[in-house]
């Protein structure tokens, strides 16, 4: 064989194949994708997604590393399982999809913008303070990510529907200052930190 093909050979045989196997949840799963095309028909946002399941599996195998880990199309999943319910090769693609927005996140390289990125760690710093979700302090927090303009014209609109859950007592102003959480929600913060070094070290980011 010559140089050129041997080259050409270890090229597809890409590293980054590997590196979703080693850093992305469910990730060895890939390679056994047969393109049908079942998964991104079953999605009910699959006409929204640039880049739907099958085509970012084959994206990952023809070693597309940046225009993998720099869409948004993964964070579209809403986790409806339609799709791993769907497959033939019984693919668990809603778990790749949410390890590979993971993974983008963690190397620093997901689409800042792009709000199911921005509710997931409004999300997360929320639940992770007390191991309970404040739900005044994250609506709020919803409602002005974008600045205080948009956040009171955002609250001008949906008025009545907070209203409703006041009444409903489903928002609660106080709550926005006190909000009991779990009992031991220091322990919880150690627990998550601790995991998270585990976690890390354990897939040692390969790249």
């Given at each position: 064989m010559a140089d050129s093909d041997t080259a050409m050979v270890e090229r597809y045989r890409n590293s980054f194949l590997n590196e979703v196997e080693a850093n992305v949840e469910e990730g060895?799963?890939?390679?056994?994708?047969?393109?049908?095309?079942?998964?991104?028909?079953?999605?009910?946002?699959?006409?929204?997604?640039?880049?739907?399941?099958?085509?970012?599996?084959?994206?990952?195998?023809?070693g597309k590393r940046e225009a993998v880990l720099s869409t948004d199309s993964m964070w579209m999943c809403t986790s409806c399982y339609n799709c791993i319910v769907r497959c033939p090769r019984e693919i668990p693609i809603t778990h790749i999809m949410h390890g590979l927005a993971n993974y983008a996140h963690r190397l620093g390289i997901a689409p800042k913008m792009n709000p199911t990125r921005r509710f997931a760690k409004l999300f997360w710093d929320n639940i992770a303070q007390k191991g309970r979700v404040n739900e005044m302090r994250l609506s709020v927090g919803l409602y002005f990510m974008d600045g205080l303009a948009s956040g009171i014209k955002k609250s001008m609109e949906m008025a009545s529907t907070g209203w409703g859950m006041f009444r409903a007592k489903r928002m609660n102003p106080p709550t926005l200052f006190v909000h009991k959480g779990c009992k031991d929600s220091e322990g919880i913060r150690k627990m998550l930190k601790k995991a998270q070094e585990i976690e890390d070290r354990r897939k040692g980011l390969t790249v």
């Amino acid at each position: 064989m010559a140089d050129s093909d041997t080259a050409m050979v270890e090229r597809y045989r890409n590293s980054f194949l590997n590196e979703v196997e080693a850093n992305v949840e469910e990730g060895d799963w890939v390679k056994m994708c047969i393109q049908c095309g079942v998964c991104s028909g079953s999605c009910p946002f699959g006409p929204h997604w640039e880049h739907p399941p099958q085509e970012l599996f084959m994206m990952i195998r023809a070693g597309k590393r940046e225009a993998v880990l720099s869409t948004d199309s993964m964070w579209m999943c809403t986790s409806c399982y339609n799709c791993i319910v769907r497959c033939p090769r019984e693919i668990p693609i809603t778990h790749i999809m949410h390890g590979l927005a993971n993974y983008a996140h963690r190397l620093g390289i997901a689409p800042k913008m792009n709000p199911t990125r921005r509710f997931a760690k409004l999300f997360w710093d929320n639940i992770a303070q007390k191991g309970r979700v404040n739900e005044m302090r994250l609506s709020v927090g919803l409602y002005f990510m974008d600045g205080l303009a948009s956040g009171i014209k955002k609250s001008m609109e949906m008025a009545s529907t907070g209203w409703g859950m006041f009444r409903a007592k489903r928002m609660n102003p106080p709550t926005l200052f006190v909000h009991k959480g779990c009992k031991d929600s220091e322990g919880i913060r150690k627990m998550l930190k601790k995991a998270q070094e585990i976690e890390d070290r354990r897939k040692g980011l390969t790249v």
